[in-house]
């Protein structure tokens, strides 16, 4: 056991991006390892038993560490790619 005043490191304190994303009519955390997002931006994430690769759209945005972060860093997938903003050009 590492003890805090050995001058041990217990866990690294990195900050990671989270976003909480609707997908397939549910809400899921996604680390974000990659730029960055918005609040109602479109991303593309790996959902279900088999990860397929699906859109949703991100509900809120945190930085967190792993002693913060909204679910385990080693069960959370992460997102597979920020969606360009759709535009109208009509």
């Known amino acids: 056991m590492i003890h805090s005043l050995s001058g041990g490191v217990i866990a690294p304190n990195e900050p ?11 809400p899921r955390w996604y680390v974000l390892p990659f730029g ?10 790996p959902f279900g038993r088999d990860d397929r690769a699906m859109q949703g ?3 809120r945005v945190e930085t967190c560490t792993a002693q913060t972060a909204p679910v385990p860093l080693g069960r959370v997938k992460r997102v597979i790619r920020v ?8």
Do not use: I, W
């Open 57 to 59: 759209v991100v509900l």
């Open 16 to 26: 990671h991006t989270f976003v909480k994303v609707q997908v397939a009519g549910e």
């Open 36 to 45: 960055k997002a918005e609040e109602g931006r479109d991303v593309l994430v």
């Open 83 to 90: 969606l360009p903003v759709k535009t109208n050009d009509r």
